[in-house]
């Protein structure tokens, strides 16, 4: 069964950002995840498996997978060099739309190609709730679904292009998630190609 109404708090800005921004952020954004060492493919804690998506951080905080489990930490975990600074376009869209006076501390990076997923999960290693996610489409489109707060709850799905902005605050802040799939070539504002997500959170109380 398919819910004709994504959770509570979920929004979707449709073509939020200009495209004079979303040129820009993907340059600042590729730019920032080079100098820290550049994307990396994280893998599944228990089974090792990799993920078909490439990550990069932003921000003090970075999330990273691998065997010894999901977290955040300060460093790029093949470098070990600190994360690059979020640009100011990102922390004025978390003042304009997130709803809360503390910054976000990380940005995460996915960038999906052609046949890159994400599997149902609900972002959960944070230390607080309280403040909404934030996440950013840039490039090819992708279709995004939702569901409640069990893994078996019934989900919606919506389409996400290029300049979207999803906020997932209240109770879908807890609410599993995935991408389904991404539709290539359906963008050209990537240089290599493929779809990049930013999604920004607040990770710690104060
Ligand atoms: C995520 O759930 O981490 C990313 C969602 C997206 O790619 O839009
Ligand atoms: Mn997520």
Redesign the pocket.
């Known amino acids: 069964m398919t819910p004709a109404a994504p959770p509570q708090g979920f929004r979707h800005l449709a073509g939020h950002l200009d495209a004079a921004l979303q040129a820009r952020l993907v340059r600042e954004v590729l730019a920032g995840v080079a100098a820290s060492g550049g994307f990396f493919r994280p893998h599944m804690p228990r089974t090792g498996r990799p993920f078909s998506v490439l990550m990069g951080n932003l921000g003090p905080l970075g999330w990273v997978s691998d065997r010894h489990g999901y977290r955040y930490q300060e460093r790029h975990p093949l470098t070990g060099r600190p994360w690059s600074p979020m640009p100011d376009a990102l922390l004025a869209l978390w003042r304009e739309l997130a709803g809360d006076p503390r910054p976000p501390e990380c940005c995460?990076v996915?960038w999906?190609r052609a046949d890159s997923r994400?599997g149902l999960?609900r972002?959960e290693d944070e230390e607080v709730f309280d403040a909404p996610i934030l996440?950013i489409?840039l490039g090819d489109d992708?279709i995004?679904r939702i569901g409640g707060l069990r893994r078996r709850d019934p989900t919606w799905r919506v389409r996400?292009k290029s300049g979207d902005v999803?906020v997932m605050g209240g109770t879908s802040r807890l609410a599993y998630?995935?991408?389904d799939r991404i539709l290539p070539d359906t963008s050209t504002l990537v240089p290599d190609g493929g779809?990049l997500?930013l999604?920004l959170r607040r990770v710690r109380a104060a």
Do not use: E, K, M, P
């Open positions: 995460l996915n999906y994400l999960h972002d996440t489409s992708a995004f996400l999803v998630h995935g991408i779809r997500a999604t």
